[in-house]
C-alpha cells in the first residue's frame, strides 16, 4: 500500500515562503513521476508542478518561477519551494504519485495524500 503524507503548509504572508514535503512510501518511489495539484475553495483542484523519474520539471503557468519543485530519491520524499507567494495561492495542496515515470496529469495519477492546507494573507 502506498501511502503519501503532506507538509509544511501554513499561515504565511503575501510575499513569504514555504516548502512543502511529502513523503512517500514504497520502495520504487524513484521510477515514478510525482506531482502537486491543488484546490482552492470553490474551485476545482488544478495542476501546479511535477516532477518526473529523469527530474524533468513542469509547472503551471502561474507559478512558474515562483514555485520550485524537487525530489530526494533517498529520503522518498518530493518538495515544493513556495516563494513570492500571493493571496491566489491559498488552497489545500496534494501531492501525488504518478502510475508511470513520465506521466503526470490529474488523471494518470494512481495515489493521492490527503492535503496541507496554505493560506496567504494579502
Known amino acids: 500500500q502506498v501511502q503519501l503524507v503532506e507538509s509544511g503548509g501554513g499561515l504565511v504572508q503575501a510575499g513569504g515562503s514555504l516548502r512543502l514535503s511529502c513523503a512517500t512510501s514504497g520502495r520504487t518511489f524513484s521510477g515514478y513521476a510525482m506531482g502537486w495539484f491543488r484546490q482552492a475553495p470553490g474551485k476545482e483542484r488544478e495542476f501546479v508542478a511535477a516532477i518526473t523519474s529523469s527530474r524533468r520539471t513542469d509547472y503551471a503557468d502561474s507559478v512558474k518561477g515562483r514555485f520550485t519543485i524537487s525530489r530526494d530519491n533517498a529520503k522518498n520524499t518530493v518538495y515544493l519551494q513556495m516563494d513570492s507567494l500571493k493571496p491566489e495561492d491559498t488552497a489545500v495542496y496534494y501531492c501525488?504519485?504518478?502510475?508511470?515515470?513520465?506521466?503526470?496529469?490529474?488523471?494518470?495519477?494512481?495515489?493521492w495524500g490527503k492535503g496541507t492546507l496554505v493560506t496567504v494573507s494579502s
Open positions: 501525488a504519485r504518478g502510475s508511470t515515470s513520465y506521466y503526470y496529469r490529474e488523471d494518470g495519477m494512481a495515489y
